[in-house]
């Protein structure tokens, strides 16, 4: 496929695939972002990942034109480099930094912002300040550091563009070493 740009799509969880019979929201809106992006561009090599505690003994390794592989922590980064684009759930903690943390400076970060973590994860303790807040600072460095790297964020509605353009501004505000473009949710550099 000489040409061809390579795509990495990761989920924790599996996808819609035969031998699935259970499938979480993640994994159908990774599922959702490789079928959309396969029949738009049909020359794209994308790949979609999920975690290996998931793995089914005679798993689908295709499916509608679409490579589909597992991940643990240990291959995750490796996995990778090998990519032209990585599209992840920034959210997705540990993993989301260990694979950010050794992507090449050429690849692109494409962030799946769909859930809002800075709202959610603290308001799973909102009854006790304190373990809310101590929550929230726990995680910020796992949701930030993917942040300040990625290239393009998803996001699926205007409010949900806001929000992010105001964590994103929070964020490089205190670094200056982006600024945003309105027309694209793309950050340069």
């Not at 924790?12 to 959702?32: A, D, I, K, S, Y």
């Not at 090449?104 to 994860?121: A, G, K, R, T």
Request: aromatic share 8%; hydrophobic share 40%.
């Amino acid at each position: 496929m000489q040409g061809s740009k390579r795509v990495l799509i990761v989920s924790h969880g599996p996808f819609p695939t035969p031998e699935q019979n259970r499938v979480e929201g993640g994994g159908l809106r990774c599922w959702g972002l490789a079928r959309g992006l396969k029949s738009n561009n049909p020359s794209l090599d994308v790949t979609v990942v999920h975690h290996d505690s998931y793995a089914k003994a005679n798993s689908t390794t295709e499916f509608e034109g679409i490579r589909i592989a597992t991940w643990n922590h240990e291959t995750i980064a490796a996995m990778a480099r090998a990519f032209d684009s990585v599209v992840i759930s920034y959210c997705m903690g540990e993993a989301a930094v260990r694979l950010i943390r050794d992507l090449l400076s050429h690849q692109q970060l494409i962030l799946d912002c769909y859930v809002p973590i800075f709202v959610e994860v603290p308001a799973r303790e909102s009854s006790d300040l304190l373990r809310e807040q101590a929550g929230y600072l726990r995680e910020f460095p796992s949701w930030t550091e993917p942040l300040r790297r990625g290239d393009f964020f998803l996001v699926a509605s205007t409010a949900q563009e806001r929000f992010y353009r105001g964590v994103l501004a929070a964020l490089e505000g205190i670094t200056g070493k982006k600024a945003v473009d309105s027309d694209a949710m793309n950050v340069k550099n």
